[in-house]
């Protein structure tokens, strides 16, 4: 089994920053792309950025320019950085991964969420 935890939500203001970071940590042989996802009251859960085991990176056209996903794949760990904060950024992140866990055995997870609130 992948447990992944995310960290680094809360309460900012407009214009403020927020760093969200997830770790992946258990049975783990290989990650491949990582994303983050967000999901805001009453909405479905979409994509905010992913980026590859290789570093190629997708982003959401309403995050562009605003938001800089990275990963330390010595750590297992993804990053999202957040500037330029708006009311509408307002939601549940959730970290996602493609992980293996053996030659033969892959699987996608989640993780359990935090809350980002952008709000003065």
């Known amino acids: 089994q992948v447990q992944l935890v995310e960290s680094g939500g809360g309460l900012v203001q407009p214009g403020g920053s927020l760093r969200l970071s997830c770790a992946a940590s258990?049975?783990?042989?290989?990650?491949?792309?990582m994303g983050w996802y967000r999901q805001a009251p009453g909405k479905e859960r979409d994509l905010v950025a992913d980026?590859?085991?290789?570093?190629?990176?997708n982003y959401a056209d309403s995050v562009k320019g605003r938001f800089t996903i990275s990963r330390d794949n010595a750590k297992n760990t993804v990053y999202l950085q957040m500037n330029s904060l708006k009311p509408e950024d307002t939601a549940v992140y959730y970290c996602?991964?493609?992980?293996?866990?053996?030659?033969?055995?892959?699987?996608?997870?989640w993780g359990q969420g935090t809350q980002v609130t952008v709000s003065s």
């Open positions: 996602n991964a493609d992980v293996a866990s053996g030659l033969w055995s892959q699987a996608n997870y």
């Open positions: 258990g049975s783990i042989f290989r990650i491949y792309t």
């Open positions: 980026i590859t085991s290789g570093g190629g990176i």
